[in-house]
């Protein structure tokens, strides 16, 4: 069974710090891994999805890992601002389909 | 694009009744997905489907009832609604399983 963890629950940081979000799986056997972030009261807006052959993914400021024998993922965000602030979260496939689980998320705070 | 659209926004309903959430996309995508959110919790798949006519369940699929009939459209049945049954409901769609999910803004359900 496919358990996701994401650690820290909360984040408050002040602007301008380089932070990492972390995602931990227990079934390696994966097809990908995506981060999403969730506004208050709002859906999920894909940010970043790495397939099960990559390293790492960029978009901008954000750069995610991904290392399947260790089941870890690590979101990255550079020189973070107050617009960051929002609930991040991880999902990955059950092995050999395509039905996401999803971590209980990150909610960060960026103070300005 | 529309993107995925979601009617109705938010309802109340009383124990026992009935309802469908109603799911759309004009991204002429293949997979859609339903999910619940319960508060301070990720995301759970309730069914999704890969295509028109073809359905599965994921792991709260329990209550609940799916069609894909269309392309585009993926409606969810609530029948004999109960208080177990309140949270936020999201649809998401993507071209295929290995692809980025796109959401909708979320239906707000409450039972009492």
């Known amino acids: 069974k496919q358990e996701v963890t994401q650690i820290p629950a909360a984040l408050s940081v002040p602007e301008g710090e380089n932070l990492v979000l972390n995602c931990s799986f227990t079934?390696?056997?994966?097809?990908?891994l995506q981060w999403f972030r969730q506004d208050p009261g709002k859906g999920l807006t894909s940010l970043l999805l790495i397939q099960s052959s990559q390293r790492e993914q960029t978009s901008g400021r954000l750069n995610a890992s991904l290392d399947k024998s260790s089941g870890r993922s690590t979101l990255y965000i550079a020189a973070s601002q107050p617009g960051d602030s929002a609930t991040y979260l991880c999902?990955?496939?059950?092995?050999?389909?395509?039905?996401?689980?999803f971590g209980t998320g990150t909610r960060l705070k960026v103070l300005a | 694009n529309a993107g995925v659209t979601q009617t109705p926004k938010f309802r109340i309903l009383k124990i026992g009744q009935s309802m469908t959430l109603q799911c759309a996309q004009d991204m002429n995508h293949n997979y859609m997905y339903w999910y619940r959110q319960d508060p301070g919790m990720g995301l759970k798949l309730i069914y999704y489907s890969v295509g028109a006519g073809i359905t599965d369940k994921g792991e709260v699929p329990n209550g609940y009832n799916v069609s894909r009939s269309t392309t585009e459209d993926f409606p969810l049945r609530l029948e004999l609604a109960a208080p177990s049954q309140t949270s936020v409901y999201f649809c998401a769609s993507s071209y295929q399983g290995a692809y980025e999910q796109y959401f909708g803004p979320g239906t707000r359900l409450t039972v009492t």
């Open positions: 999902a990955v496939p059950l092995s050999g389909t395509y039905k996401y689980i």
């Open positions: 079934d390696s056997a994966i097809y990908n």
